[in-house]
Protein backbone atom coordinates (compact mmCIF):
# COMPACT_ATOMS: atom_id res chain seq x y z
CA UNK A 1 0.00 0.00 0.00
CA UNK A 2 1.22 3.86 -0.63
CA UNK A 3 -0.27 6.95 1.20
CA UNK A 4 -0.42 10.55 -0.29
CA UNK A 5 -1.73 13.30 1.19
CA UNK A 6 -2.39 16.37 -1.09
CA UNK A 7 -0.86 19.68 0.78
CA UNK A 8 -3.57 21.55 -0.70
CA UNK A 9 -6.16 20.32 1.01
CA UNK A 10 -4.69 19.23 4.39
CA UNK A 11 -5.89 22.07 6.96
CA UNK A 12 -3.22 20.65 9.30
CA UNK A 13 -5.20 19.29 11.81
CA UNK A 14 -2.86 16.54 12.58
CA UNK A 15 -5.72 13.75 13.19
CA UNK A 16 -3.91 11.53 10.47
CA UNK A 17 -0.97 12.10 12.54
CA UNK A 18 -2.90 10.88 16.18
CA UNK A 19 -4.32 8.11 14.40
CA UNK A 20 -1.68 6.40 12.70
CA UNK A 21 2.11 8.17 13.24
CA UNK A 22 4.02 5.43 12.20
CA UNK A 23 2.82 6.26 8.72
CA UNK A 24 1.96 10.20 8.89
CA UNK A 25 3.88 13.01 10.58
CA UNK A 26 3.52 16.86 9.98
CA UNK A 27 6.58 18.56 7.82
CA UNK A 28 7.77 22.14 9.12
CA UNK A 29 5.10 24.30 7.58
CA UNK A 30 2.44 22.05 9.47
CA UNK A 31 1.60 19.73 6.55
CA UNK A 32 1.12 16.62 6.66
CA UNK A 33 3.56 14.08 5.06
CA UNK A 34 4.29 10.41 4.86
CA UNK A 35 6.83 9.18 6.47
CA UNK A 36 7.03 5.57 4.94
CA UNK A 37 6.26 4.06 1.34
CA UNK A 38 5.38 1.53 1.00
CA UNK A 39 3.40 1.39 3.87
CA UNK A 40 3.91 -1.87 5.70
CA UNK A 41 1.46 -4.48 6.79
CA UNK A 42 1.54 -3.73 10.76
CA UNK A 43 0.32 0.24 9.83
CA UNK A 44 -1.75 -0.50 6.85
CA UNK A 45 -5.12 -0.71 8.85
CA UNK A 46 -4.45 2.83 10.70
CA UNK A 47 -3.32 4.06 7.64
CA UNK A 48 -6.70 3.47 6.09
CA UNK A 49 -8.42 4.72 9.37
CA UNK A 50 -6.38 7.73 8.77
CA UNK A 51 -7.52 8.39 5.37
CA UNK A 52 -11.27 7.54 6.34
CA UNK A 53 -10.90 9.99 9.84
CA UNK A 54 -9.19 13.03 7.11
CA UNK A 55 -11.95 16.07 7.08
CA UNK A 56 -10.57 17.20 3.94
CA UNK A 57 -10.36 13.93 2.37
CA UNK A 58 -6.33 14.84 1.51
CA UNK A 59 -5.10 11.55 2.38
CA UNK A 60 -5.22 8.76 -0.48
CA UNK A 61 -4.49 5.06 0.30
CA UNK A 62 -3.73 2.69 -2.31
Known amino acids: ?19 CPDVFE ?8 VKVDPIPAEFEECAKEAEDACPTNAIIVE
Open 1 to 19: MKATVDRDACISCGLCVSI
Open 26 to 33: MDDEDISV
